[in-house]
């Protein structure tokens, strides 16, 4: 009697083990508790036909339990399998995301001097040909010439910027930033523009000092500036800090259509724009509050709107706040006009791009000479540092023909020829490492494409240390 519950035992036991296939249930169990109830019954008397029928039951019990455990088998391993595919096809996602990324970054690099270089051309044109006509009649088509020019180079400027947010390229530098120089800056970029539409724009004075970029800063609250313009039709725009504990408060009000409770969860998405279905250009592309929103994640700078339609919106930056003892005060600038070079010399391997600088410095009675090669600029110095007219500037472009580095000509000219030499580069690439060897190297470098006023601004500088990239449009 005690041999029937130790064989029912083992058999569980076997019964599990074999419940991975299916097919051993039946041909294992069947048989084994089969005969056993078949010997147990065949006695005949009451207490062995009681136990042939707990056999009979337990058997149909293993059956059930070894089909479930199949079935739970089955599914663990099926679940496993797909999280594997789906691992190993994530993989792959990732990895190609990756590829892309990086196809990307190329691609925007090399598109950004190939689309910079033909407007940076036509900005040049534009200029001469705006000042010459400037008097006549035909000299309107020139100012919108001119302005179209800026708004395309505008646009280009803000795909890329926005694409370069996105691969992860730009760094903030953190510093104590002081924010009336910052305020006044962007007072001298608005005012115009503000007095054009009837508007008041009005950047009050404040002894804040933040941790921040300072470009980065500007580049964020000029969008919100340009943004708060855009959609003021009366009334004005005022930007204003306030101190509150450690903390500064930067505000950007208007007086706009201000923005409907529906919208406000969509302003920060791409080419969205509010009451402009038609995709009018002349309210721009609708990035800039998507790079507003970039620029504040990537400097830890929370942005808080709140907007009423018809009263107009309030943006809000909160940054840290540090004391303006102990940070060396810069050094004041006059505001005097500074005089252009006497002669400047120009490297670049396009004609176009040569004959519209030069026709340009001539308009402003510069001497220049204009040459394609790294060879053509050395004869040119050498044969200047002989006579009396030196060059003051050299002006080169970062690519040249053949694969040749304009940073590394311009840098061997300088060391030759004195570093006395002022040396102005102009790209139109935005790659990281070129912008960190162009930077290490101490040289001032203008991104294309270069307004005319803005190439002007930077040959009358005086001779500093120049450790900064300028925005092509100022």
């Given at each position: 009697?005690?041999?029937?519950?130790?064989?029912?035992?083992?058999?569980?036991i076997?019964?599990?083990?074999?419940?991975?296939?299916?097919?051993?249930?039946?041909?294992?169990?069947?048989?084994?508790m089969?005969?056993?109830?078949?010997?147990?019954?065949?006695?005949?008397?009451?207490?062995?036909?009681?136990?042939?029928?707990?056999?009979?039951?337990?058997?149909?019990v293993?059956?059930?339990?070894?089909?479930?455990?199949?079935?739970?088998?089955?599914a663990?391993?099926?679940?496993?399998?797909?999280?594997?595919?789906?691992?190993?096809?994530?993989?792959?996602?990732?990895?190609a995301?990756?590829?892309?990324?990086?196809?990307?970054t190329?691609?925007?690099?090399?598109?950004?001097?190939?689309?910079?270089?033909?407007?940076?051309?036509?900005a040049?044109?534009?200029?001469?040909?705006?000042?010459?006509?400037?008097?006549?009649?035909?000299?309107?088509?020139?100012?919108?010439?001119?302005?179209?020019?800026?708004?395309?180079?505008?646009?280009?400027?803000?795909?890329?910027?926005?694409?370069?947010?996105?691969?992860?390229?730009?760094?903030?530098?953190?510093?104590?930033?002081?924010?009336?120089?910052?305020?006044?800056?962007?007072?001298?970029?608005?005012?115009a523009?503000?007095?054009?539409k009837?508007?008041?724009?009005?950047?009050?004075?404040?002894?804040?000092?933040?941790?921040?970029?300072?470009?980065?800063?500007?580049?964020?609250?000029?969008?919100?500036?340009?943004?708060?313009?855009?959609?003021?039709?009366?009334?004005?725009?005022?930007?204003?800090?306030?101190?509150?504990?450690?903390?500064?408060?930067?505000?950007?009000r208007?007086?706009?259509?201000?923005?409907?409770?529906?919208?406000?969860?969509?302003?920060?998405?791409?080419?969205y724009?509010?009451?402009?279905?038609?995709?009018?250009?002349?309210?721009?592309?609708?990035?800039?509050?998507?790079?507003?929103?970039?620029?504040?994640?990537?400097?830890?700078?929370?942005?808080?709107?709140?907007?009423?339609?018809?009263?107009?919106?309030?943006?809000?930056?909160?940054?840290p706040?540090?004391?303006?003892?102990?940070?060396?005060?810069?050094i004041?600038?006059?505001?005097?006009?500074?005089?252009?070079?006497?002669?400047?010399?120009?490297?670049?391997?396009?004609?176009?791009?040569?004959?519209?600088?030069?026709?340009?410095?001539?308009?402003?009675?510069?001497?220049?000479?204009?040459?394609?090669?790294?060879?053509?600029?050395?004869?040119?110095?050498?044969?200047?540092?002989?006579?009396?007219?030196?060059?003051d500037?050299?002006?080169?472009?970062?690519?040249?023909?053949?694969g040749?580095?304009?940073?590394?000509?311009?840098?061997?000219?300088?060391?030759?020829?004195?570093?006395?030499?002022?040396?102005?580069?102009?790209?139109?690439?935005?790659?990281?490492?070129?912008?960190?060897?162009?930077?290490?190297?101490?040289?001032?470098?203008?991104?294309?494409?270069?307004?005319?006023?803005?190439?002007?601004?930077?040959?009358?500088?005086?001779?500093?240390?120049?450790?900064?990239t300028?925005?092509?449009?100022?």
């Open positions: 009697e005690i041999m029937p519950s130790l064989v029912g035992s083992e058999m569980c076997r019964d599990r083990s074999l419940a991975v296939l299916k097919r051993n249930i039946p041909r294992f169990i069947v048989p084994s089969a005969s056993l109830t078949l010997a147990l019954a065949w006695r005949g008397d009451t207490v062995h036909l009681f136990l042939a029928t707990g056999c009979l039951l337990y058997m149909c293993m059956i059930t339990f070894a089909l479930q455990h199949h079935r739970l088998l089955t663990s391993l099926t679940m496993r399998f797909e999280k594997e595919a789906l691992a190993e096809q994530l993989s792959h996602q990732i990895a995301t990756q590829r892309a990324s990086e196809e990307k190329r691609f925007l690099a090399a598109a950004s001097h190939d689309l910079r270089q033909p407007l940076h051309a036509i040049l044109f534009g200029a001469v040909i705006e000042k010459k006509l400037q008097g006549s009649e035909e000299w309107d088509h020139a100012v919108r010439l001119m302005d179209a020019v800026g708004t395309l180079g505008d646009s280009l400027d803000t795909l890329l910027d926005i694409s370069r947010l996105d691969a992860g390229e730009v760094a903030p530098r953190i510093r104590p930033v002081e924010l009336n120089p910052l305020f006044l800056a962007l007072n001298n970029v608005f005012a523009r503000a007095a054009g009837d508007l008041q724009l009005r950047l009050r004075a404040t002894p804040c000092w933040v941790l921040s970029d300072p470009q980065l800063l500007q580049r964020l609250l000029s969008n919100l500036v340009d943004n708060a313009l855009k959609y003021t039709p009366r009334g004005g725009v005022v930007v204003a800090a306030r101190a509150r504990g450690p903390l500064v408060w930067i505000d950007v208007d007086t706009g259509i201000g923005i409907a409770p529906e919208h406000l969860g969509r302003i920060f998405d791409e080419f724009q509010v009451g402009n279905p038609g995709r009018d250009r002349a309210q721009g592309l609708g990035i800039g509050l998507s790079i507003v929103q970039r620029l504040s994640r990537l400097l830890a700078h929370p942005l808080q709107v709140h907007s009423r339609p018809g009263r107009g919106s309030r943006f809000r930056m909160v940054l706040a540090v004391s303006a003892s102990g940070v060396a005060p810069a004041a600038r006059a505001d005097a006009v500074l005089l252009l070079p006497r002669r400047v010399l120009l490297i670049d391997d396009e004609a176009p791009i040569r004959q519209a600088v030069t026709g340009l410095l001539q308009a402003h009675r510069v001497a220049i000479d204009a040459v394609a090669s790294e060879a053509e600029a050395e004869a040119v110095l050498a044969q200047a540092a002989q006579g009396s007219s030196p060059v500037v050299l002006l080169c472009d970062v690519r040249l023909a053949d040749a580095d304009g940073l590394a000509a311009a840098q061997r000219l300088r060391a030759r020829f004195g570093p006395g030499l002022r040396v102005l580069l102009i790209t139109g690439e935005t790659a990281p490492r070129r912008q960190r060897q162009m930077h290490d190297a101490g040289l001032q470098v203008l991104l294309k494409p270069v307004a005319a006023d803005r190439l002007l601004q930077a040959l009358a500088a005086p001779a500093r240390h120049e450790t900064t300028d925005r092509a449009h100022g």
